[in-house]
């Protein structure tokens, strides 16, 4: 098997049209200035620019720093989050991490500001941005299609497959749920991707 991806030495990226609390502005003049209309809320104590186009970098970035720093570098998010950093979920409420089974960090379930899902991780499976590691758009579509519910995975996977950029075709997504080794809710998810239409896949 594949080596679980690790983020060590993840740089912390400089991005100035992300505003967070520091050393520069509290949180509360961060509110103040989006009461204002200066700023637009991000995620959760982040705000960006008005007119600042928003990346799959930014909001990336957002995710790392609602992250505790010291497992930063131990989780990937995935599922409806990765979604949401690609554009193509709404804000998550709490955000989804991945966490190879590995990295033990069970004791901290339910100290976080976030869900917690140990899975196995390949050493493809992520991607660095702003910072944190990601899901790619194929895992994330494939792991969508095994662990969310039909009605709310459909719409999610529809903007995913429409993102041509994002290079997530429905026979490899097929191939990724039908690979995937004995998970609950495989038949169901199976079905839900049979509700889909290919979008412009060559051959």
């Given at each position: 098997m594949?080596?679980?991806?690790?983020s060590?030495h993840?740089?912390?990226?400089?991005?100035?049209?992300?505003y967070?609390?520091?050393r520069?502005?509290?949180?509360?003049e961060?509110?103040?200035?989006a009461?204002?209309?200066?700023?637009l809320?991000?995620?959760g104590?982040n705000?960006?620019?008005?007119?600042?186009a928003?990346t799959?970098r930014l909001?990336?970035?957002?995710a790392?720093l609602?992250?505790?720093?010291r497992?930063?570098t131990?989780?990937?998010a995935g599922r409806?989050?990765?979604?949401?950093?690609y554009g193509?979920?709404?804000?998550?409420e709490?955000l989804s991490l991945?966490?190879?089974a590995?990295?033990r960090i069970s004791?901290?379930?339910g100290?976080l500001?976030?869900?917690?899902?140990?899975?196995?991780?390949g050493q493809?499976d992520?991607?660095?941005?702003?910072g944190?590691?990601?899901?790619?758009?194929?895992r994330?579509?494939?792991d969508?299609?095994?662990?969310?519910?039909t009605?709310r995975?459909l719409?999610?996977?529809k903007?995913?497959?429409?993102?041509q950029e994002?290079?997530?075709r429905?026979?490899?997504l097929v191939?990724?749920?039908?690979a995937a080794?004995r998970?609950?809710?495989?038949k169901?998810?199976?079905a839900?991707?049979?509700?889909?239409t290919?979008v412009?896949?060559?051959g």
């Amino acid at each position: 098997m594949a080596p679980a991806p690790t983020s060590p030495h993840l740089l912390e990226p400089v991005i100035p049209e992300l505003y967070a609390p520091g050393r520069i502005f509290t949180w509360n003049e961060l509110q103040g200035m989006a009461f204002d209309g200066i700023l637009l809320p991000l995620y959760g104590k982040n705000y960006a620019s008005p007119g600042v186009a928003i990346t799959h970098r930014l909001r990336a970035r957002a995710a790392a720093l609602s992250v505790p720093e010291r497992i930063r570098t131990k989780v990937v998010a995935g599922r409806l989050t990765a979604a949401w950093i690609y554009g193509c979920a709404a804000p998550p409420e709490k955000l989804s991490l991945l966490v190879d089974a590995k990295h033990r960090i069970s004791s901290l379930r339910g100290t976080l500001p976030c869900s917690l899902h140990e899975v196995r991780l390949g050493q493809m499976d992520a991607v660095s941005l702003g910072g944190m590691l990601v899901s790619t758009p194929l895992r994330t579509a494939a792991d969508i299609a095994l662990h969310v519910e039909t009605d709310r995975a459909l719409p999610v996977l529809k903007r995913l497959l429409n993102r041509q950029e994002l290079g997530v075709r429905l026979r490899l997504l097929v191939l990724a749920v039908e690979a995937a080794p004995r998970v609950p809710h495989k038949k169901r998810a199976l079905a839900t991707l049979a509700q889909l239409t290919p979008v412009n896949e060559p051959g």
